[in-house]
């Protein structure tokens, strides 16, 4: 069939840009709705795998994003007592990817690199801002979508809807579609600061996760900035108190003393959950990123797969738009990267953190000895990157039939 009316997609994150972008340059009409009245730009994820800038690069982007961020060429395990445990270099992925690193660079400047791109140069696409979805009916030809704006309401008719709305998703909920799973007790704080950690820690590299049993962390540099990712006490639900100047500036002493406070930039505390939906698809309408599966940031998997979700839902609709059969691509994309969310997403970030925060000595030592042993043998090392940075993630993906 012929995709004649806009796939209407909800939610301009890097999910929502990611899928839009596609279409559009295949000639398909896509109409993106963002709630805002502006791009959000909240220090969220900024970790871009290797396989993902392959995406982009397919795209054309992929020189913008590099050129907005840093190039990451390799990360570190670290031990916040005793320094560097194991350094992965991701030249060791030369022969399975284009983009051998990780780029940093904020979401929020992908988002608007890409909503920018789509008003200039794509006449099929609409932009627009102040437009929240709120509901969806469906037939078999097609989707009315419900949306408020600050002018009122609006039906926006359309051929398939996707819900790139985030981890709230008025989609998922008008869908009727359960989000199962479990949320941390714990929040997270992320804070940032332009001093240059790098001269506070022996080898420091621009991306460092840091085991502790009391306390540990994750280190990204970003083009200006570092930021520290730490657990706040489940005890205490006093927010406030965890976003205030003094409790950041005592973790930060904590973690490398400095005869001066340093200067705290921004700063964000939030709820971690891993959940999965129960289903990525209800006839025309379709979920993906956030939306449809949420985890901890330890490993920067949640953007990065939602990019995912949306490269292959977006190359199925225009398979459609081709001539394939809508049951047979939709439900494939439900069942392939929902199958490889609940099955190796979900474990990869859960383990992560339990690795990270472990009290157990003896758990502690033995793990570290496997990274130095899988960091020191160039096939372990590429075996590793290859899960870590998603890409066996995706070759597995495209087995399930
Ligand atoms: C505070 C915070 C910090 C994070 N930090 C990290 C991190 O350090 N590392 C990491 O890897 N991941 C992090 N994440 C996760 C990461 O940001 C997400 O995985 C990623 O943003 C998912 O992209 P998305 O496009 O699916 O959703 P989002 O980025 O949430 O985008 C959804 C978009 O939809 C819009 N929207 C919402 N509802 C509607 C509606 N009804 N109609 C229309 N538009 C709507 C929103 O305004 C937003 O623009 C963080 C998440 C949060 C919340």
Not at 153 to 168: H, V
Not at 215 to 234: A, G, H, M
Request: proline share 5%; with cysteine.
């Amino acid at each position: 069939m012929r995709i004649e009316k806009p796939v209407i997609i909800a939610g301009a994150g890097p999910v929502g840009c990611t899928a839009a972008l596609y279409l559009a340059q295949r000639g398909i009409p896509v109409t993106l709705l963002e709630s805002g009245q502006e791009l959000p730009k909240t220090l969220r994820a900024s970790t871009w795998h290797p396989p993902t800038m392959d995406m982009m690069s397919e795209l054309g982007i992929a020189q913008a994003i590099i050129d907005l961020g840093l190039i990451a060429d390799r990360y570190q395990f670290r031990d916040r007592r005793t320094g560097a445990i194991a350094e992965f270099d991701l030249a060791a992925l030369q022969a399975d990817t284009r983009h051998p690193y990780r780029v940093q660079t904020e979401q929020w400047r992908m988002t608007q690199l890409v909503w920018d791109k789509l008003q200039r140069e794509y006449p099929t696409a609409t932009c627009l801002l102040d437009h929240s979805v709120k509901g969806v009916h469906q037939d078999s030809h097609g989707v009315e979508v419900l949306v408020w704006t600050s002018q009122g309401e609006q039906i926006i008719d359309g051929s398939f809807l996707l819900g790139c709305d985030g981890a709230d998703s008025n989609v998922r909920k008008a869908t009727a579609i359960s989000f199962e799973g479990f949320t941390y007790p714990e929040k997270f704080l992320v804070a940032s600061t332009p001093f240059p950690l790098e001269t506070k820690f022996d080898r420091l590299s621009l991306v460092n996760y840091v085991s502790d049993p009391d306390e540990w962390l994750v280190l990204l540099k970003t083009t200006s900035l570092w930021r520290v990712l730490i657990p706040t006490d489940p005890n205490n639900t006093d927010d406030s108190l965890f976003l205030s100047d003094a409790w950041i500036q005592d973790r930060l002493q904590h973690m490398a003393p400095h005869s001066e406070p340093y200067e705290i930039g921004h700063r964000t505390l939030y709820r971690v959950h891993q959940r999965v939906a129960k289903t990525y698809r209800r006839g025309r309408v379709l979920i993906a990123g956030d939306a449809a599966h949420i985890n901890n940031p330890l490993g920067g998997m949640g953007m990065n797969g939602g990019i995912h979700d949306a490269y292959n839902l977006a190359g199925r609709l225009s398979r459609i738009h081709e001539g394939a059969d809508v049951d047979e691509e939709l439900d494939l994309y439900d069942k392939q990267r929902r199958l490889i969310c609940m099955h190796v997403v979900q474990e990869h970030t859960i383990n992560n953190k339990k690795l990270l925060e472990t009290k157990d000595p003896d758990v502690q030592r033995k793990r570290q000895d496997e990274f130095m042993r899988t960091a020191a043998d160039p096939k372990l090392a590429r075996e590793f990157l290859l899960k870590t940075s998603m890409i066996q993630s995706l070759r597995d993906a495209a087995k399930i039939s």
